[in-house]
């Protein structure tokens, strides 16, 4: 597979049937990312670890018997996650067929979709993909990243989301104030600080300056006084 064909997006799975072959570890991370994304999840696998069991029949489906040629076809998307790689490739295959994305581990060749390295500092979440090349790679950018914007900046998207809000519930279209130069010149110094409050203050004579239709910069402080107080 192309790199240049990789086609980054962010899937919706609440209550969406999904489906885990495989009863291992790689099955289990599979599993976690699933239920963390409120999906129905199946388990279908002769050997099922300890962990997987424990989740038990209160979040995941367990199956425990060898796939069956064609079964992935009744689900959204799929996980190939077996030991096996011929049992793998035939999921993929039966997946492929019947137009479901399918992933399967440690084999790009036989992938619809790849799982990126994700960093969440809620609701931020952050993904990084190698198109398969290198995970490890990803882990390490993704750990970079997490480094460098902290559960502060999850914060700070909850206040842009309540602004963003505000601005809706006018009638208006939030397209139409300048986010970008907002966060970029004010509120990104205030989160590095931990200055939130002010933060705040500046988001609400932000939009309320909008709403009243006033044009010009926003005031940040008392006079002499930038972001940084």
């Not at 952050?126 to 460098?148: E, H, M, N, Y």
């Amino acid at each position: 597979m192309e790199n240049n064909l990789i086609y980054p997006v962010s899937l919706v799975l609440d209550g969406m049937d999904c489906l885990v072959v495989g009863g291992g570890s790689v099955a289990l991370r599979k599993v976690h990312g699933l239920i963390g994304a409120r999906a129905r999840v199946t388990v279908v696998a002769p050997q099922i670890c300890e962990e997987l069991q424990q989740l038990g029949d209160a979040k995941i489906a367990l199956i425990q018997r060898t796939y069956q040629s064609g079964e992935a076809a009744k689900y959204r998307l799929v996980f190939a996650a077996t030991s096996s790689r011929d049992v793998n490739r035939q999921v993929y295959l039966d997946a492929d067929a019947a137009g479901v994305f399918v992933n399967s581990a440690d084999d790009p060749g036989s992938c619809t979709f790849m799982l990126p390295s994700i960093a969440k500092m809620e609701p931020i979440v952050v993904s990084v993909s190698t198109a398969g090349t290198s995970p490890s790679l990803a882990v390490f950018i993704r750990d970079q990243i997490a480094k460098r914007f902290g559960s502060s900046y999850g914060e700070l998207a909850n206040l842009l989301g309540q602004a963003r809000y505000r601005v809706h519930q006018s009638g208006q279209s939030s397209e139409q104030l300048d986010w970008k130069n907002l966060i970029q010149d004010d509120l990104a110094a205030l989160v590095e600080q931990g200055n939130l409050v002010k933060a705040q203050e500046i988001l609400d004579s932000f939009v309320d300056r909008f709403l009243e239709g006033i044009t010009g910069p926003i005031p940040t402080g008392v006079p002499g006084e930038g972001v940084n107080n």
